[in-house]
Every structure is written in structure tokens, then in C-alpha cells.
């Protein structure tokens, strides 16, 4: 293995390109960057950088010593924040890198034990290097390897975030079935326990559905077809969507009457978008209290729903953040990283909006504004 600071290795990495460049057939390239050198720079002066950027190299090769095989070349230009490994070696075999998960193994390993050293947010990713497609745009190839990191990390913690909120209606049907196989349940427990079953398969359904949505909105970009639905209707089939999980917590769905009209999207699409937001109340609002969802008919245009609730509501720094696919307000206390994305990327494909503000109940209010048919 070559160490990072060998003789040819240092500016822009062109002997190292060079290398890659008469191989044959795609290799793994590792690619870690340090974006908060420069800013350390700044602010702790160029000595600090410096001190921290040998502190990462040294990192690096102890890292890459322990998961790397003879053969594979290492880099790293100096005063630069980017390191580099390509998997090079002809023979791999036992424990060698060679698969992409085992490429994405030995990165994390790097990675971390970078990160341990410097105390510094760290950036990775990898990508393969093959000699006609890349040759000449080793720059290029280090920004895909970093894209492509970037790509994963989302990717996971969207699934992380989807793999948590499956965990606690699943966790739940299973308790309640397993108790159910017990001969010693009477008769009303035991319908009072499958119907508790079944209302949390109803939200799990919810759960899949939106993940569902979300994928077929993401595959499908343009406007879809003209469609209409009523909303006093879709108000009412929430409300029963949501009713035994306000039992559970105690919570009130209070509705006001609503003048019958047409709005212009999908009846289903309605349900989900008001079933999420109400659902979201219930959930964070205060155990025992209530929810009130009112419509402001506002113009001739579009109409107004808003879902308010008595909890403790959104933080003013949190609520554009509360609608981003995976994320969750600084607090924790509102968003599932599912649902008030849908709700956002629905209404929205329907030509209208959906915001957070203060709720007169004390919490928050989310509004969704929808055009009329």
C-alpha cells in the first residue's frame, strides 16, 4: 500500500490519476472530504487547520492500514481537505474489499475513525473509476464519489425514519395478538382487543400508503389529471380515520360545519392529506385535550382547513423544517419524517400550500390551502 503523502501523489493527484488510468474494468474509489478545515482556518487560524489536517491524515492511514490490501493506492494532496483510496489490488479474497457493501464497511470504518481524530464534521462517498469515462476528470470523479455518499446517508436516515414509525403500530397488532392466543381472555376484552388490532393496522396501512404516495409523486412529475372532491365528505372520513387513536390519548375531534363544495383534487388524496394532518394533532397535542379543525372558505379561489390542536406547538425556526421528508422539529415533538411531507407535496401538486403558525388552542395550527373545483 502507498502511503498518502507519497512522491508524485500531492498536487491536484495526477500521478494518482494517472494510476487509475491504465487499469482495465471499473475499481472502487474511496473518498473522504473535511469541509470544515477551511472554516477552522478562518476562525482558529491556519495553524489550527494545519494541526487538525495532520491529526485526519494520520487517522487516515492508521484506518485504511487496518482495511485496505497491498496493492491499493491512497492520496491525499497537502493543505487540501480531500482524501482519496482506490481499490486497486488484482486479488481479492477472505475479508478484502470487493463488494459495494463491504466498499460502504470500509469507508464507514475510515470515516469514523477520521472523525474520532478531529472532532469534525465529516463527508464520504465512493464510486468506481473506469478508465475511458473518466479519464481527465479525477475532480469530477471525487464530487460524484461525495454526491453519491450524500445520496446514501439521505437514504438512510429516511429509512431509519420510516423503520421507526412502522416499529410502533407492528409492536403494537403483535402484543395485542399474542395476548388474544391466551386461553384466559373473556369475550369483551377480546373484542375490544381486535378491534385496538385493527384500528393499528388501519395505521400502518396509513404509514405504507404515504410512503406509497410519496414514491409515486416522486416518479411522476407532472400535474395530475383535473380531478374534484367533496370536502365536507373527506372531513367526516378523516375524522373516523382518526377516531380510535383520539380515544386512546383522550383527545376530542372537533368539527365545525362546513358548507358543501368541491375542491380540486382527488377524493382519496383529500382523506390522506387531512388524515395526516389530523392525526398529527392528536398525536402532539395534550393528552386529554382536543383538536378543532374549521374551514375559512377565504375567496371565490380556494378554501383554508386548518387543523389546530393544544400541545405545544411548533417552533417559529422549525416549521419549514417539519415539512421535509425524514426530518423532525428541533423539539421532536412534531413530525414523523412521512407525513406532513405528503401532506405538503399533495397539496401542492393540487396547486395549493400547506403552513404552520400558532394555534389560538394554545399549539399549532397547520392550514392547508386547496383551490376550489
Known amino acids: 500500500m502507498h502511503a498518502p503523502d507519497a512522491p508524485g501523489l500531492l498536487p491536484r493527484l495526477t500521478a494518482f490519476e494517472a494510476r487509475l488510468g491504465v487499469l482495465r474494468g ?43 490490501r497491498t496493492g491499493d493506492l ?12 482506490a481499490l486497486l489490488a488484482p486479488t481479492r479474497d477472505g475479508g478484502a474489499v470487493a463488494a459495494p457493501v463491504d466498499v460502504r464497511t470500509a469507508l464507514a470504518r475510515i470515516a469514523a475513525a477520521m472523525e474520532s481524530a478531529t472532532r469534525l464534521d465529516v463527508h464520504a462517498g465512493w464510486t468506481t473509476y473506469e478508465r475511458d469515462a473518466d479519464a481527465g476528470a ?52 377480546r373484542e375490544r382487543f381486535v378491534r385496538i388490532a385493527y384500528n393499528e393496522s388501519l395505521r400502518l396501512s396509513r404509514l405504507v400508503d404515504g410512503m406509497f404516495e410519496i414514491s409515486l409523486l416522486d416518479l411522476h412529475a407532472t400535474f395530475p389529471a383535473p380531478a374534484c372532491a367533496s370536502l365536507p365528505d373527506a372531513l367526516s372520513a378523516a375524522r373516523d380515520a382518526c377516531a380510535a387513536a383520539a380515544a386512546a390519548r383522550g383527545v376530542g375531534i372537533e368539527m365545525e360545519d362546513v358548507t358543501p363544495l368541491q375542491v380540486a383534487i382527488d377524493g382519496d388524496r383529500l382523506t390522506l392529506v387531512l388524515v395526516n394532518l389530523i392525526d398529527n394533532a392528536v398525536k402532539h397535542g395534550r393528552s386529554g385535550g382536543a ?43 412534531h413530525g414523523n419524517g412521512i407525513g406532513l411531507a405528503l401532506v405538503r407535496l399533495l397539496a401542492e401538486r393540487a396547486g ?22
Request: overall charge neutral.
Open 26 to 68: 471499473p475499481r472502487p474509489v474511496l473518498v473522504v472530504r473535511l469541509p470544515e478545515l477551511e472554516r477552522v482556518a478562518w476562525r482558529r487560524g491556519l495553524r489550527a487547520a494545519r494541526a487538525l489536517e495532520r491529526k485526519a491524515t494520520a487517522a487516515f492511514s492508521t484506518a485504511v492500514s487496518r482495511v485496505l
Open 74 to 85: 491512497v492520496a491525499h494532496d497537502g493543505g487540501s481537505d480531500v482524501f482519496v483510496a
Open 138 to 189: 479525477f475532480e469530477a470523479l471525487i464530487e460524484r464519489a461525495l454526491a453519491r455518499g450524500a445520496q446514501e446517508r439521505e437514504r438512510y436516515a429516511f429509512f431509519s425514519s420510516v423503520g421507526h414509525e412502522l416499529r410502533t403500530p407492528l409492536a403494537s397488532i403483535r402484543g395485542y395478538l399474542e395476548t388474544l392466543l391466551d386461553d384466559g381472555v373473556d369475550a369483551r376484552t
Open 291 to 333: 383538536v378543532f379543525v374549521s374551514a375559512d372558505l377565504g375567496d371565490e379561489r380556494f378554501v383554508r382547513v386548518h387543523v389546530d390542536d393544544d400541545g405545544p406547538g411548533v417552533m417559529a425556526s422549525d416549521r419549514e423544517r417539519v415539512f421535509v421528508l425524514g426530518e423532525r422539529g428541533a423539539s421532536g415533538s
Open 352 to 373: 395549493g400550500r400547506v403552513e404552520s403558525d400558532d394555534s389560538p388552542l394554545g399549539g399549532a395550527r397547520f392550514t392547508v390551502l386547496l383551490p376550489r373545483a
